[in-house]
């Protein structure tokens, strides 16, 4: 029986004016505190919203070995990065 890795929503409230991306490193760093962990794998992928269909998600996922172990996690950043997207600039 295959198990499907939980989903992790992430908020605009949580995230607040910070890079999405540094904020995911913060909550990883806090998720394996005081444990030895690799980020193995990363990735960002639009997919599709099972809930309405015609519509997509962006997830972004990780492999994380720690203790040898490989966890894998994923956060919908969807309405996260469309935010920071928009105050994000080149200088």
Same mark, same amino acid.
């Given at each position: 029986?295959?198990?499907?890795?939980?989903?992790?929503?992430?908020?605009?409230?949580?995230?607040?004016?910070?890079? +999405?991306?540094?904020?995911? #490193?913060?909550? =990883?760093?806090?998720?394996?505190? $005081?444990?030895?962990?690799? &980020? +193995?794998?990363?990735?960002? #992928?639009?997919? =599709?919203?099972?809930?309405?269909? $015609?519509?997509?998600?962006? &997830?972004?996922?990780?492999?994380?070995?720690?203790?040898?172990?490989?966890?894998?996690?994923?956060?919908?950043?969807?309405?996260?990065?469309?935010?920071?997207?928009?105050?994000?600039?080149?200088?």
């Amino acid at each position: 029986m295959s198990q499907t890795p939980p989903l992790f929503y992430v908020a605009p409230e949580q995230v607040g004016q910070q890079d +999405v991306n540094y904020f995911l #490193q913060q909550a =990883l760093a806090k998720q394996f505190d $005081g444990q030895n962990y690799c &980020i +193995v794998a990363e990735q960002t #992928q639009d997919r =599709l919203d099972p809930r309405k269909p $015609g519509t997509t998600r962006k &997830i972004k996922s990780y492999a994380i070995e720690a203790g040898g172990v490989t966890h894998n996690l994923h956060f919908d950043i969807t309405d996260v990065s469309s935010v920071n997207l928009k105050t994000a600039g080149w200088a």
